[in-house]
């Protein structure tokens, strides 16, 4: 799926219309954000929540 999936996009966004890129643009700027700010948000939690816990890879070669 890694290999098929950019050249389908591609091929998507190449044969689009301009006319319906540009009606769509708020759609697709808002998701672009919104997904950006997902994922700085859960990415930002997750790494807060290690460092709470102290996993770090010092730690885990100490110990041996």
């Known amino acids: 799926m890694d290999f098929i999936l950019p ?7 190449y044969t689009m ?6 009606d769509n643009l708020g759609n ?6 919104f997904v950006t700010v997902l994922c ?7 790494t807060i929540a290690l460092v709470n816990m102290n996993i770090n890879m010092l730690n885990y070669y100490n110990e041996r």
């Open 40 to 46: 700085f948000v859960i990415y930002g939690f997750g």
């Open 28 to 33: 697709i700027t808002m998701n672009g954000l």
């Open 7 to 13: 050249p389908l996009v591609f091929n998507a966004g």
């Open 17 to 22: 219309r301009k006319k319906k890129f540009f």
